[in-house]
């Protein structure tokens, strides 16, 4: 990306933001919680949220370069954790919404294995990556099947759960071949998240749900299991 397109100033208004709204006694807790090595300004959530609303509509971006070049530099050069949230809700932001398609993959992706820890990961593929995919299931299927298979349990994990909330529009063959390759891996994220994906969909279907953990039996973790079928009588 082209270094000029950053729009510093919005980049210096969301630090500046965040550093007034800043607790420094809340911050170490913060960071502790998350086992964070990126400090904290000890900005909670809902404070995040109306800061950024305020200082991205007061410093809207003119077009799809500047704002994927402004996402990057927010997140590479982000000295408190807030900073990268604010990457991420920039990556949202209304705005921004006819820009949400494949080719904003590529930020999705260093997102998620930069990132690598649940705060990010699951944001980033709920909120981000499954519009995309109900939106482009051609293109995206394909990668996010890549992605159930990838060395990267962060990848894995986003392909896993990057249909939690999509109801309806569920596409049960992607979930049981992304949760497929996976129902043996100890790693506690993945377990979780399989479990997540499951549970969720186990709201609109739970026959379908009970099929998978019968199929997976014997591999399927005791935590998957668990949470796959914990609002099940």
């Known amino acids: 990306m082209v270094a000029n397109h950053v729009d510093a100033g919005l980049i210096e208004a969301v630090r500046r933001a965040l550093a007034a709204a800043a607790d420094p006694a809340r911050a170490p807790g913060m960071q502790a919680y998350m086992k964070s090595a990126m400090p904290y300004r000890g900005v909670q959530a809902p404070a995040q949220r109306q800061i950024l609303r305020a200082t991205f509509a007061a410093h809207p971006l003119p077009d799809r370069p500047t704002w994927e070049a402004t996402v990057r530099a927010l997140w590479r050069h982000a000295a408190f954790r807030e900073e990268r949230y604010a990457a991420v809700a920039l990556t949202g932001d209304r705005r921004y919404r006819g820009w949400q398609d494949t080719g904003t993959m590529r930020i999705y992706e260093e997102f998620v294995v930069t990132g690598a820890w649940w705060d990010y990961v699951d944001e980033v593929a709920i909120r981000r990556i499954g519009p995309v995919l109900l939106a482009d299931p051609t293109t995206m299927v394909p990668t996010m099947l890549a992605w159930s298979r990838d060395r990267d349990l962060w990848k894995r994990r986003a ?24 129902v043996g891996d100890r790693e506690f994220f993945i377990r979780k998240g399989i479990g997540w994906a499951l549970r969720e969909h186990a709201k609109r279907d739970p026959g379908w749900v009970r099929s998978i953990v019968a199929e997976f039996d014997g591999q399927l973790s005791g935590l998957s299991k668990r949470e796959a079928l914990k609002h099940l009588a």
Do not use: E, H, S, Y
């Open 159 to 182: 392909a896993i759960i990057c249909q939690v909330g999509a109801k309806a529009a569920t596409d049960t063959g992607l979930l049981r071949a992304c949760i497929a390759p996976n």
